[in-house]
């Protein structure tokens, strides 16, 4: 099996691919059994196009998971996104929520790595992360709470972006959206900047150089709010309770170090 756009290898159980030493994946073999989506989306995901890859069956398999999600999240608010299509698509566009911001900030990540660096993996990465945040919000999407023009543009977007990695797959979730024309010739989503930029930030909390958890802050928090919110963690405070705190090191946006004895 070979990669598109690479000079990295497919390596599979610690030796590159070869007929010699009978290490070789079929490709027919994996689209019967998971389907071309999942196959492809696999390569693009496992490495970068000029690294080595390390094909691993349970990689394509956990691919193959993923994009059943994907079509199950779709579906079921297929309908929802449909009954909003009433709306002209940029009178629709969410201006505000997680979601709509995740899906902003991964258009922008994803558009990026097309332009220049063609690193399918972080894009991939990037889709995922917009699925997580997608679903984070199922009882407000189950209960209503989100208008259906919203809806419509999230799932328009998700599956626009997915095209290019999983096209059979997207092809019939664009036809469940009550989209008309191939999904493949339809015009690449357009980011908004301001959409895009975070409203919170993920700080990962250290004692003494080790990783303990992270914390959630305002985007503009400064030093003391990040510091208190470090502070007032469940696991912080269990690791540190009876021993003292003799220095806190907070990099502001990037991460908090506790120095404890």
Same mark, same amino acid.
């Given at each position: 099996m070979h990669r598109l756009f690479t000079q990295g290898m497919v390596i599979k159980d610690g030796a590159k691919m070869s007929k010699s030493k009978g290490n070789v994946v079929s490709p027919d073999e994996m689209v019967a059994r998971f389907g071309a989506d999942s196959a492809r989306m696999y390569a693009l995901f496992a490495a970068p196009p000029d690294r080595d890859l390390d094909w691993q069956e349970d990689g394509v398999a956990g691919v193959s998971r993923f994009l059943a999600r994907v079509w199950r999240l779709v579906t079921k608010y297929a309908p929802v996104a449909r009954s909003g299509a009433?709306?002209?698509? #940029?009178?629709?566009?969410?201006?505000?929520?997680?979601? @709509?911001?995740? @899906? @902003?900030?991964? #258009?922008? %990540?994803?558009?990026?790595?097309?332009?220049?660096?063609? #690193?399918?993996n972080t894009c991939v990465a990037a889709i995922m992360e917009l699925v997580n945040e997608i679903q984070a919000t199922n009882a407000q999407l189950a209960a209503g709470e989100i208008p259906a023009p919203v809806v419509r543009e999230l799932l328009r977007t998700l599956v626009l972006l997915l095209a290019p990695f999983a096209p059979y797959l997207a092809a019939e979730l664009w036809e469940e959206l009550g989209e008309k024309g191939a999904v493949l010739r339809a015009p690449w989503p357009v980011s908004?900047?301001?959409? *895009?930029?975070?409203?919170?930030?993920?700080?990962? &909390?250290?004692?003494? +150089?080790?990783?303990v958890t992270v914390v959630r802050v305002a985007a503009d928090a400064d030093a003391k709010a990040?510091?208190?919110? *470090?502070?007032?963690?469940? %696991?912080?405070?269990?690791?540190? @309770? +009876?021993?003292?705190?003799?220095?806190?090191? &907070? &990099?502001?946006? %990037?991460?908090?170090?506790?120095v404890v004895k």
């Open positions: 009433t709306n002209l698509i #940029h009178n629709a566009r969410p201006r505000s929520g997680r979601p @709509a911001a995740q @899906a @902003a900030s991964d #258009h922008r %990540k994803i558009t990026l790595d097309f332009e220049g660096r063609w #690193h399918f908004d900047p301001e959409l *895009a930029r975070e409203n919170e930030l993920e700080i990962p &909390v250290q004692i003494n +150089g080790k990783l990040i510091e208190a919110a *470090a502070l007032a963690g469940e %696991k912080v405070q269990s690791r540190t @309770a +009876g021993k003292t705190v003799v220095k806190i090191i &907070v &990099v502001p946006g %990037k991460l908090v170090n506790l």
